[in-house]
């Protein structure tokens, strides 16, 4: 089962920041918090991951509240082709091993130009 | 340009039938997993192979097994396709130390 909470659909125009959000109350010590996106017809695509402190990439940036409890992925201008399934969830380090990654439902980002 | 290349891309099965998907994976690429997704469902995960040993498996029945080979290619075999296996099934794989994983754009199966 998914241990993340996220809006089902989100809009946001185009140039604009994406601001995704994700609750994991239920998030342990060791959890790491990872970001997918899924564009339609493709694969998942890893966009960022991060542990508590805050991270950012050439793809978005990643914020960690500081009980770890929630988090936003921020797209800092969005374009159309950031239009996408987004999926927040947590998950043990890759050396810990037959690290699965659990997927729920998502959050769909629409781009409005 | 994903590094993972999954074949067929769409495939079209009778109920009862066998079918074999493949995946093709980055070289160092050394733990490989399968993933099925159902339309307008976030991936399940099937099982994940590391170093051409099974490593873990999610909730899906015996009939669903794999492999993976030393050149870091692996297939998903699935027995006695019932209707319900229509799906998206999606390969990943990644160095086993990696923090994310690098996925193909998946095999469209569908069961009639």
């Known amino acids: 089962d998914a241990k993340t909470t996220q809006p089902t659909s989100m809009d946001c125009a185009e140039g604009r920041a994406a601001n995704l959000p994700c609750n994991h109350s239920t998030i342990s010590g060791n959890e790491y918090v990872y970001w997918y996106r899924q564009i339609h017809s493709q694969g998942p695509q890893y966009i960022i991951h991060g542990l508590k402190n805050n991270e950012t990439n050439e793809m978005a940036s990643l914020i960690i509240t500081e009980d770890r409890k929630s988090s936003t992925l921020i797209l800092p201008h969005a374009t159309l082709r950031d239009t996408a399934v987004y999926y927040c969830?947590?998950?043990?380090?890759?050396?810990?091993?037959?690290?699965?990654?659990?997927f729920g439902t998502g959050t769909r980002l629409t781009i409005i130009p | 340009e994903t590094g993972v290349t999954q074949s067929p891309t769409h495939l079209i099965k009778t109920r009862g039938q066998q079918v074999t998907l493949r995946c093709s994976s980055q070289?160092?690429?050394?733990?490989v997993s399968w993933y099925q997704q159902a339309l307008g469902q976030g991936p399940q995960f099937i099982f994940q192979?590391?170093?051409?040993?099974?490593?873990g498996r999610g909730n899906f029945p015996p009939r669903f097994s794999g492999l993976q080979f030393p050149n870091y290619s692996s297939e998903l075999n699935v027995n006695a396709l019932e209707l319900d296996d229509s799906a998206l099934y999606l390969c990943?794989?990644?160095?086993?130390?990696?923090?994310?994983?690098?996925f193909g754009s998946g095999t469209r199966l569908t069961v009639v």
């Open positions: 969830i947590v998950g043990r380090p890759p050396n810990f091993g037959n690290e699965k990654l659990t």
């Open positions: 070289s160092g690429h050394n733990t």
């Open positions: 192979y590391y170093r051409e040993e099974e490593n």
């Open positions: 990943a794989s990644s160095p086993r130390e990696a923090y994310g994983y690098t």
